[in-house]
């Protein structure tokens, strides 16, 4: 793999169902980020981690949760989905977490919640 | 609040230039970056300003002006591979990235 890879794709999900959105990047990045898009909205942050061990809260991070065992990977679950968790998920990375640091997003994840 | 504004839609010509303006209000500043996200795909990185001035990089070109709050991308000799959204995004005092709506750019033949 090279750069950022998502799963699933896509996925339909029942609400109340729990799901987990997985997200690896082969860069060594130590940064990763999670957001939503939703249509005429910017990208929101829901999740973020500087560094394997650690995490923190985005934007809007309610009904979300995140996991950073190492470097690569860092899993979001969805714990009970709701609709209004219908939207597209990106994962994201970088060198570092400083701010200033290209970001580097993989291909996104369009789930819907009915 | 924090706040980046973009035009909803901007339309232009194949062969001209367009300009898509970005206006921020943040808690702090530490540099504004521009992405662009053809439909269906992920945003992908096109410049970063943390001085005021102009970024030239081939047919981009990106300013910004710190004490307005304010930065343009500026894209020459269009495209129609151009015709996607154009993102603006601020670090923050948190160094955390505030993203606008983005501006959809339609090229015509």
């Known amino acids: 793999i090279a750069g950022i890879t998502q799963a699933p794709t896509s996925q339909i999900l029942a609400a109340g169902r729990r799901m987990t959105l997985r997200c690896t990047q082969d860069m060594r990045h130590n940064a990763m980020y999670w957001y939503r898009q939703d249509l005429g909205l910017g990208l929101r942050l829901i999740h973020y981690?500087?560094?394997?061990?650690?995490?923190g809260k985005g934007e809007v991070p309610d009904g979300y949760s995140v996991s950073r065992a190492n470097t690569d990977d860092f899993p979001l679950t969805l714990a009970s989905a709701v609709p209004s968790q219908t939207s597209v998920y990106f994962c994201?990375?970088?060198?570092?977490?400083?701010?200033?640091?290209?970001?580097?997003f993989g291909p996104g994840t369009r789930l819907t919640v009915l | 609040g924090q706040n980046i504004d973009q035009p909803t839609e901007m339309t232009a010509t194949e062969g001209a230039i367009v300009q898509i303006n970005c206006t921020y209000q943040?808690?702090?500043?530490?540099?504004l970056f521009w992405y662009q996200q053809h439909a269906g795909e992920a945003p992908t990185f096109l410049s970063y300003n943390v001085l005021d001035g102009l970024e030239e990089k081939g047919r981009f070109s990106s300013f910004l002006s710190r004490s307005k709050g304010y930065s343009y991308l500026l894209l020459k000799e269009l495209q129609m591979k151009d015709s996607a959204s154009y993102l603006c995004?601020?670090?923050?005092?948190?160094?955390?990235?505030?993203w606008g709506a983005g501006t959809k750019l339609i090229i015509k033949p």
């Open positions: 981690s500087n560094t394997a061990g650690t995490t």
């Open positions: 943040t808690s702090g500043f530490n540099g």
């Open positions: 994201a990375s970088s060198v570092t977490s400083g701010g200033t640091d290209t970001q580097y």
């Open positions: 995004a601020v670090s923050n005092s948190n160094y955390q990235l505030i």
